[in-house]
């Protein structure tokens, strides 16, 4: 994990992330990084790991605290650039985006893509809204509703592009991966 550009990055969330999302991420990232971790363990020395989880705390406090977010939102430019190349490319403002509007939905007992990929189409969002919103490619978003866990280069990633669509589309995030991994290990 090299130096990131930028707080979103260090915890690998997309700019347009809740504050569950934030919470998940920081969660998910700790247990990478952690001392003894075996992911991070022949790859990074011990100095390494202390400066990647300093940058993982600062990234936390800031962006899961809504003032202290907004603020370095603003020095980044996010909402004014974000805003306008959305408004520019939907030629529609975002309000009306069915992003924003996706009401939350009950967990179905089963998970599986095909179901992810009925629900998202009865909300009526599409995967490029998705994949705009969240910076997930559009393969990654179709690997997801084909379950096809192979187009990942980690469970990490699986999981947390899962929980990113979930929300998209108004599932609880955690939930819908718990479901989502039992079915795939069926």
Known sequence: MASQDNHYDTLQISTHATTADIINAYRDIKLIFQENS???????SAEEIATINQQIE??????????TRLSYDITLHIHDVERAEKEVSHHMPIESNNLQSAETTPVPSEVSGKVLQSIRESHAITLLQIAEKTNISLAHLK???A???????GVFYLKSYLKQYASCIGLEPCLTWEKYLKT???
């Open 143 to 145: 690997a997801i509703e």
């Open 184 to 186: 795939l290990k069926d």
């Open 147 to 153: 379950n096809q866990s192979s187009a990942f280069p």
């Open 38 to 44: 075996l992911a991070a363990y022949s790859l990074y």
């Open 58 to 67: 600062e990234a936390y406090v800031i962006l899961s605290n809504s003032q």
